[in-house]
Structure formats: C-alpha cells, structure tokens
C-alpha cells in the first residue's frame, strides 16, 4: 500500500479495516493462527511496512506485545521474500517501556532496518491508542528458499 499512514496517523490506524486475509502467499488462514487468538489485525502489508492492531486488554498481558512485534516483523519479512523463500526467527530483542495508559488497541509498526538475501532485521515500535510508546523491538529474521513439495505416492 503506497503512500501508507505513519504511525502517528493514530485516528486512522485506530479505526482502519482490517485485512480479511493475509496477503502472503500460501499461508494459513488467519483464524487458524496465533494471530486470531490473540485478535491481531493486519491494517498495513507492504514489503518495506506491517502495520498491526492488538486489543488493549490483550496487549496488558505479559508477552503479548513480544507476539504482537514479532508477527509484525514476520509478515513483513514473508511478503517481501515471496512464495518461494520463507523467513524464520532468529532473534527477537525489546525494550518494554511501559503498560497501555488507556483500555484502547494497540499498533505494532514494523520497518525494515537491513534486507538481504539471507538475512532481514526489522525494527518495530508499538505505542497505545493515545500515542506512547510501549515497546521497542528488534527482530531478526533468516531466509531460506522453501521446501520443495513432496509427491504423494499413488
């Protein structure tokens, strides 16, 4: 999506539609992933920017915001690559800076820090629907070409 809101563009971001589908290619759908559960929202999928929404209340459990960036940077990493590489974690790394100040959602906004062929290091910021910032985040991604599929036997 060219031309893509900043993150401090909150009212539009609070109040974005979300994607009805991951735009990656043959990935699950996203009701059968990790994603549902916790009511992450893809609004923004380029390959240079994911832009994500978490529910306030999930976001104040202990953890959620790591799942929250490290989804973020994964989808990035796997829209950039395409359907014939796959990019898997490496290293996840953050500085938690505060808890929302409001019951409102929360935004991961993940941006390409260094991309290469079998590398890709994400930086993402996730702040509160009144703008703090809440975690600082970095993550690496390796990259690999996929698994070719196996025939099934006759």
Known sequence: MAGAPPIEDLEYLLSATALAADPRPGTRPLDATSLDVLGIELLV????RVVA??????AA?????????????STAAG??????????????NAATL?????????????????VDDSLHTWSITVI???GVRLLEA????????????????A
């Open 45 to 48: 999928v380029t390959p240079e």
């Open 53 to 58: 929404r978490m529910p306030g209340d999930i």
């Open 61 to 73: 459990r202990p953890g959620t915001m790591l799942v929250l960036a490290e989804s973020a940077a």
């Open 79 to 92: 829209t950039r690559v395409g359907p014939d590489r796959r990019a898997f974690g490496a290293e996840l």
């Open 98 to 114: 505060g808890q929302p100040t409001t019951s409102g959602p929360v935004i991961a906004d993940a941006r390409a820090l260094r």
């Open 128 to 130: 509160d629907d009144a």
């Open 138 to 153: 970095r993550c690496t991604l390796g990259i690999v070409d996929a698994p070719t599929p196996k025939p099934i036997p």
